[in-house]
């Protein structure tokens, strides 16, 4: 657990579950914000439990249906127009180690039922074949959805929640454990000189009060961010509060403005175009999340970007 840092309550609660539910077998569901350490957590349980073991992630939300099937089961050799040769699926390839389902609230109904059949037997067939294969990995999912709220929506299967709730890990999001800012600015650090070959040591007292004071939408991460970004800005081992500023602040209230379109009225292309460009300032590039809040599917979204020819920077 050396890479977990945390002292706030909340996250000592945290280890006390993470201690009790790694040594079991039991699927875990890791529900928290963007950034909050979901896939962190994930590899720390298989470490504990499993770590010699193959830990396989797959991010439900990145690719396509008929692709993310065969992603997880793996195909028959001619099973499809493409499948020129079998493939192994990421429940194989986890064999008894663990099985990572990132972004599992993105997973479409009709994999949805798939996947709650697998767990319900234990077993599945690769596309397009007939031998029965047994699951023997440990599932792990995480979401940053709220599941019970999307259970309600009727988004996502109830069956399929109870059985991915077995143990449930809610990660808080930064500002409701500030406290812990001290100690992960320090973590992050040392990570970050080791990447970057840098020798950073301090941050003053006001600059560390004023990152604790931020909001941080983008949990751990941002922060991780912000920091690589200052490290690479800096020289000599002080972290100074000028290389701390972000962009970010006065670029977030300039993209949340309306579009001003002098006293015209706007069309409609210009306010969807509008409207990406600011819910992309709000993931940071994010695409995966920007289809969540704009609801649409990512081809819809690449589509859109192509159409009004935006290309976001960013993390994908
Ligand atoms: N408690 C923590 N201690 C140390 N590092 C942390 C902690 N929480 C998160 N991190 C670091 O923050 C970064 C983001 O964490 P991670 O990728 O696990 O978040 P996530 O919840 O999966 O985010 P996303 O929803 O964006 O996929 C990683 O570099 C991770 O190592
Ligand atoms: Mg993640």
């Not at 996250?11 to 006390?16: A, D, N």
């Not at 928290?32 to 504990?48: D, F, N, P, Q, W």
């Not at 663990?98 to 596309?127: H, M, P, T």
């Not at 970057?196 to 991460?221: D, I, Q, Y």
Request: aromatic share 4%; net charge positive.
């Amino acid at each position: 657990m050396d890479d977990l840092v945390g002292t706030s309550p909340a996250m000592q609660q945290l280890f006390k579950d993470l201690g009790r539910v790694a040594a079991s077998h039991a699927t875990v569901l890791i529900q928290g914000e963007s950034g909050t350490g979901k896939e962190l957590i994930a590899r720390v349980i298989h470490s504990y439990s499993s770590a010699s073991r193959p830990f396989i992630a797959i991010n439900c939300s990145a690719i396509v249906d008929t692709l993310l099937e065969s992603e997880l089961f793996g195909h028959e050799k001619g099973s499809f127009t493409g499948a020129v040769a079998t493939k192994v699926g990421k429940f194989e390839l986890a064999d008894d180690g663990s099985l990572f389902l990132d972004e599992i609230g993105e997973l479409s109904q009709n994999l949805q039922a798939k996947l709650l059949r697998v767990l319900q037997e234990r077993e599945f067939e690769r596309v397009g074949g007939v031998k029965r294969i047994p699951v023997r990995a440990r599932i792990l999912a995480a979401t940053n959805r709220d599941l019970a709220s999307e259970v309600s929506a009727g988004r996502f299967r109830e069956d399929l929640y109870q059985r991915l709730k077995v143990v449930t890990l809610s990660l808080p999001p930064l500002r409701e454990r500030r406290d812990d800012i001290p100690l992960l600015v320090e973590h992050l650090l040392v990570k970050i000189n080791q990447r970057l070959h840098k020798n950073l040591r301090r941050v003053p007292r006001e600059t560390l009060e004023k990152l604790m004071a931020r909001e941080w939408p983008g949990n751990v991460r941002e922060l991780e961010n912000l920091l690589t970004r200052a490290a690479v800005l800096s020289q000599g081992d002080l972290l100074l509060e000028e290389h701390l500023v972000q962009n970010g602040e006065p670029a977030k209230a300039k993209a949340a403005a309306a579009p001003v379109v002098s006293d015209r009225v706007p069309t409609l292309d210009e306010l969807e175009k509008a409207h990406i460009e600011r819910v992309f300032t709000m993931t940071k590039g994010h695409k995966g999340r920007a289809c969540q809040i704009l609801g649409i599917s990512r081809p819809t979204l690449e589509r859109k970007l192509r159409k009004y020819r935006l290309a976001p920077a960013g993390e994908d």
